[in-house]
């Protein structure tokens, strides 16, 4: 199977095609995207490689180390928390654990950083997903995608956010804006 993948640079308008991509990547399989160290990243079902990155500045797709004894093969959600690659992994109806890569591109720097009880959460707990860290270290997470909840895991304060024309039903993507430009 031939795997491709396009890319489209802002001001050339046409897209350029990299062959022989190592992994796919697809819809079915991609769990997240976080973007991070110039490169983005997909935690996708492959055996022995649960986290793949592709470098903007030199358009290649790579294997990110993980932590070791496969803690990470079980990858549900990837993000950026203070500025580190962050990988969730769910273990239902027990807990959340979140590991962050401290140095990028060094196995042995991911650490577990936080382990949230579920139970916490409430009983009719089904999907959780956590967005990023808030002011004092608490996380900003949507639960079963109708709730919107800071959670201080010093305290285990879970504290619903209410935001005025929230839907009932949302799904959420954290953004951190730049005035950056693209072309610079």
Known sequence: MVVEAYVNTLGQGYWRCIKDVPYVIHTTNVKSEAFVNGAFHWAIDFPGCPIVSFDISDEVFRAVPCAQLGVLEMTDSLLVLGGCLAAVKTSFPLQIEIWVMKVYGFQESWTKNLIVN???????????????????DELLLVVNNHSLLSYNPQT??????????????????????SLVSPSA
């Open 118 to 136: 579920l139970y916490e959460l409430g009983r009719n707990v089904v999907g959780v997903k956590v967005l990023s860290y808030l002011k004092d």
């Open 156 to 177: 285990t304060r879970l504290r619903k956010l209410n935001i005025v024309g929230l839907p009932s039903w949302f799904e959420a993507i954290a953004y951190v804006g």
